[in-house]
């Protein structure tokens, strides 16, 4: 009797010491099927930091562990919801005219042709159409309610900062290609910004989106339909609206409908609102388009996210809900 007894304490040790090798390999992280990123494009980050705390909502994702998890760890509760923190992010107090700069009134043409034309402290009442290269709009305001920023030619590089753009309630940001936008405050549009290629935003606040009254319309504040070597960064994207039972397709709508996309940083932004907040259209000439320590807000239809693991989109883990710090996607 007191050898079997024996016996089956020995096979009793051995079976958890098994069971524990076992455990402990369903346990791993899976790191090794997790794509790395690509060299960003230029003029951006020159490291991935999807394990780096930081971004718009400062938290990166953090290493996962490979330490087999114990008998007693597997038995314990999940942790509670850990919250991004809360960051000073663009809006009232970082955005447009900043403090103290009276404007002027703007008298000059609103079809700009002279290169390197700068218009610094001015109420500009119409809508730009910028066909000179080097154009610089600083500390300025800008009233339109049609298509705001029309840049014809291509070869056109043009620089708006420290200012606001108001929409008019039926506004339409425009823009496509060339353009940089730095600590702008967006606002009363019904569209926002085009991004094709050469596009910085950066530091900047996109709110008060207004319907277009149409059940037709599908409103997104920000949307690509192709281009390369843009950069969104550090900005807040809210596609939400104080009317009643409006709502908007997206905070940003991504497709290569006209020409292929590629080469686009989209990093530490907030983002909020729409049906998905980011629509990503199934197009196959998209490549390179990296998404990184984005933080989501609590509104949305549908997701945070469509089509994250479409070919050409890199979604990190870094993509977070600000309610609890859980991966979008």
């Known amino acids: ?54 971004g718009a909502g400062g938290l990166g994702a953090s290493p996962e562990s490979t330490v087999p998890p114990t008998a007693s760890s597997l038995a314990s509760p999940a942790p509670a919801p850990v919250p991004v923190p809360v960051v000073s992010r663009p809006g009232e107090g970082n955005t447009g005219v900043p403090d103290g700069v009276t404007l002027a009134k703007y008298t000059g043409p609103l079809r700009i042709t002279t290169a390197g034309t700068v218009i610094d402290g001015k109420q500009i009442d119409g809508c730009l159409d910028i066909r000179a290269r080097d154009v610089v709009i600083k500390r300025s305001k800008l009233t339109c309610g049609d298509i705001m920023i029309k840049i014809e030619q291509k070869t056109a590089n043009l620089t708006i900062e420290d200012s ?41 606040w996109f709110h008060g989106m207004r319907s277009a009254n149409s059940d037709e319309a599908h409103q997104d504040l920000m949307q690509s339909n192709g281009g390369s070597n843009s950069t969104i960064r550090n900005n807040v994207f809210d596609a939400t609206s104080t009317e009643a039972g409006v709502s908007f397709n997206a905070a940003f709508q991504v497709g290569a409908e006209f020409e292929p996309l590629e080469n686009i940083l989209v990093e530490d932004n907030w983002f909020n609102g729409g049906g998905y907040t980011i629509n990503i ?46 991966p979008v996607w």
Do not use: C
């Not at 098994?18 to 494009?41: K, N, T, V």
């Not at 339409?172 to 967006?186: D, I, K, P, Q």
């Not at 388009?289 to 994250?308: C, I, K, Q």
């Open 281 to 326: 259209r199934n197009d196959p000439d998209i490549s390179n388009v990296l998404f990184r320590n984005n933080v989501f807000g609590p509104r949305h239809s549908y997701g945070g996210v469509s089509r994250a693991d479409s070919k050409g989109i890199i979604w990190e883990s870094s993509n977070v809900y600000e309610a609890d710090g859980k």
């Open 164 to 204: 606001e753009i108001d929409g008019a309630n039926t506004g339409f940001v425009a823009g496509y290609w060339n353009f940089t936008l730095l600590r702008v405050n967006v606002h009363n549009i019904q569209e926002g910004p085009r991004v094709g290629s050469n596009v910085i935003i950066e530091d900047s």
């Open 1 to 54: 009797m007191i050898v079997v007894i024996v016996v089956v304490v020995l096979l009793g040790v051995a079976g958890v010491a098994f069971g524990g090798r076992f455990l402990g390999d369903s346990g791993a992280s899976g790191d090794e099927y997790r794509l790395e990123s690509p060299i960003p494009p230029s003029g951006s980050a020159s490291s991935p930091r999807a394990t780096e705390p930081g």
